[in-house]
């Protein structure tokens, strides 16, 4: 069976979404609705920094991190030799060229669309239920 990359992505951050812990759900939506923007505003590699600055064990920052990491990380980006070198995402954006890195920024934004769209689902807005 041949899949999309718009499939993969929604397998993908549907896993992920449904392995975020109740406690942090109402957080992690919230985060993730926020993200794109963020990332429109700041860069991909701003935004990361932002969010590793935010972690104190697995709360949301580190949760949505992981979840952007572990997609960009499964071949989706073509990282060059010099940015394979590196294990996290962070540094490997740190040491990629422009080009790769907004390859990576477009491949985030769509696989958040698909998070924000799960997470939503996962924890409705109270003016919802």
Known sequence: MITSKEQE???????????????????????AKSAPVMILTNGLGQTLA?????????????????????????????????????????EKIMHENSQINRMATEEALAFLSWVKRFASARVPDEAEE
């Open 50 to 90: 932002f969010f590793l600055s935010k972690i104190k064990g697995q709360n949301e920052y580190f949760m949505l991190y992981s979840h952007i990491e572990q997609w960009l990380n499964v071949g989706n980006i073509p990282w060059t030799q010099h940015a394979n070198t590196h294990n996290r995402l962070i």
């Open 9 to 31: 992505r929604a397998k993908k951050a549907w896993e992920l979404v449904n392995a975020v812990s109740d406690n942090i759900a109402d957080k992690y939506k919230s985060l």
